[in-house]
């Protein structure tokens, strides 16, 4: 995605006819997608809401264990879905400016899947909405400058399921019950501070290495091979994921600060920072 907004970036700066009226007409189009696209988010067989015991954790790693006493509550039910509003800033290279962003994102951990909408202005009158999802067992891209002229789309294929459900699997942190073995994630112990998760869904595995801060928190994830799009193929890259400055919200800690980032050979790519200002949980 990051190589799909630069182009957009140049795309936007030249752009000043849209008026308002089709400004109007493509963020009703691009909201009436995105909620329909939510919906199916929603588990087809709802079932009932489960408590959260100690005893769910039997025969977890140290670590794993240490991080669900930190961020759930014994006795209070697991929430299975998200709503987080975020706002931050993002940038496509390492010599790319900055560009600030709000977005929602959904997300919902039986089945798995989130969905991130995002508004990011790349020139002064110009922002480009970006939808980033996996839903259903699809991993999907999207990004179309005022909602109506597309930039980026791209969804169905294995390297962008894998990217995607390995994004979801890293933002779980956001939704904490998403990680429980009972939401299919496995845990194996690396050592005292670290473990690595893996998901399987739709025919896709992927896995994580999550890192573990003194009182439990989750402060790090990590891959050594995401697919990240360079010029239409997807490249295995090293990735890593950040949290800090945990708060607890409802009934939940969960970290209000990240930044995400591709490790490459010229330099860290610190491409995404961000803060939460709403969560909501179901």
């Known amino acids: ?10 795309v936007a700066g030249g752009i000043v006819g849209l008026g308002a009226a089709a400004a ?9 997608s995105t909620a329909r696209a939510v919906e199916r988010l929603a588990p087809r067989n709802p079932k009932p809401v489960p408590v959260f015991s100690p005893e769910q954790l039997a025969g977890l790693p140290e ?3 240490r991080y669900f006493r930190f961020a759930l509550t014994p006795g209070r039910p697991l929430a299975h879905r998200a709503r987080i509003e ?4 993002f940038r496509s290279a390492l010599d790319a400016p900055w ?6 994102e959904h ?5 798995p899947g989130f969905l991130w909408d995002a508004k990011i202005r790349m020139a002064p009158l110009t922002t480009v909405r970006v939808r980033d999802s996996y839903v259903d067992g699809t991993g999907g891209m999207l990004g179309k400058i005022a909602g109506l002229i597309p930039v980026v789309d791209q969804s169905g294929s294995p390297e962008i399921a894998s990217g995607a459900l390995q994004r979801y699997l890293a933002e779980a942190v956001w939704l904490p019950a998403a990680l429980l073995p009972e939401n299919g994630v496995t845990w194996e112990a690396i ?3 670290s473990a690595r998760a893996t998901l399987t869904h739709a025919g896709t595995t992927i896995s994580l290495v999550f890192r573990f801060g003194e009182n439990g928190e989750i402060v790090s994830t990590y891959t050594p091979g995401r697919f990240r799009d360079v010029n239409g193929k997807g490249v295995l890259t090293p990735w890593e994921g950040t949290h800090r400055r945990y708060e607890e919200i409802g009934g939940v800690k969960v970290p209000s600060e990240g930044e995400v980032a591709w490790i490459l050979p010229e330099g860290r790519l610190t491409y995404w920072r961000g803060r939460i200002v709403r ?3 179901d």
Do not use: C, Q
């Open 63 to 65: 670590p794993v264990v």
């Open 107 to 111: 997300f919902a951990a039986d089945p």
């Open 99 to 104: 560009s600030p962003f709000t977005s929602v």
């Open 1 to 10: 995605m990051n190589a799909k907004l630069k182009t957009a970036a140049a």
């Open 191 to 193: 050592d005292a501070d």
């Open 24 to 32: 109007g007409i493509g963020t009703l189009l691009w909201n009436r």
């Open 86 to 89: 975020h706002v931050g800033e």
């Open 279 to 281: 969560a909501e949980y």
